[in-house]
């Protein structure tokens, strides 16, 4: 199972754009890199996937480069509500999926 | 449709003493997750159910603690006499049909401390 490394924490201010990087190193050819955000008091939730280049959808864009050993998640323009956990992960199906997220990059964005 | 739901939303106990935490999948997702939060960490992973397959049980921190999924819907982690490290936010999350393409559906959690 491939383990991530992103940074403990970020701060932004309104309106700027947040790039968060994780690292991967050992990511397997099989494996997707999957984003999700974390509320204080609520459950992680989805924000993007990929396998490699770059997906765009309404809310961030996720950039691969070709050696897939890391990931970039953009947020563009971010406001005080994006300030959460960030969780970087990576997994594959093989028979049976364990899920490792890490420590995750606190985003805290200020006025 | 409605979301993963868990119950309870808190819960409080003390030391020794056995507790069981239930998660409602969301309608048709076969596979489920439950993990671990303590306060300020990452999640950890406790064990996953896919469909009638044998659960993956290699995250479980020790032999008190247990987890059953009935008809394939409804989950319940049980801690038999819970320690104070068991004091954590208790998640579970479902898929469609697991595996890493399928996103994770979180429920809000269960707030356990142990006095």
């Known amino acids: 199972l491939a383990k991530t490394t992103q940074p403990i924490s970020m701060d932004s201010y309104e309106g700027q754009e947040v790039n968060i990087t994780c690292s991967h190193n050992?990511?397997?050819?099989?494996?997707?890199i999957t984003w999700y955000q974390q509320f204080p008091s609520q459950g992680p939730r989805f924000i993007i996937q990929?396998?490699?280049t770059k997906v765009t959808n309404e809310v961030a864009s996720l950039f691969i480069p070709a050696d897939r050993k890391s990931s970039t998640l953009s947020l563009p323009r971010v406001s005080l509500s994006d300030t959460a956990v960030y969780y970087c992960?990576?997994?594959?199906?093989?028979?049976?999926?364990?899920?490792?997220f890490g420590a995750g990059t606190r985003l805290f964005v200020k006025a | 449709g409605a979301g993963v739901s868990q119950s309870p939303s808190n819960k409080v106990t003390e030391k020794g003493k056995d507790v069981e935490l239930r998660c409602d999948p969301i309608?048709?997702?076969?596979?489920l997750y439950w993990y671990r939060q303590s306060l300020g960490q990452g999640l950890e992973f406790l064990i996953y159910?896919?469909?009638?397959?044998?659960?993956?049980k290699s995250g479980l921190p020790s032999d008190r603690f247990s987890a059953e999924r009935t008809g394939g819907s409804v989950s319940t982690l049980t801690i038999q006499r819970t320690q104070q490290e068991d004091s954590a936010v208790y998640l579970c999350?479902?898929?469609?049909?697991?595996?890493?393409?399928?996103?994770?559906?979180f429920g809000p959690g269960t707030r356990l401390t142990v006095l």
């Open positions: 159910f896919q469909g009638n397959s044998a659960p993956d």
């Open positions: 990929g396998y490699k």
């Open positions: 999350a479902s898929t469609l049909r697991g595996g890493d393409t399928d996103t994770q559906y």
């Open positions: 050992n990511i397997a050819t099989n494996d997707y």
């Open positions: 309608s048709g997702h076969t596979a």
């Open positions: 992960l990576v997994g594959g199906t093989t028979g049976g999926f364990k899920t490792i």
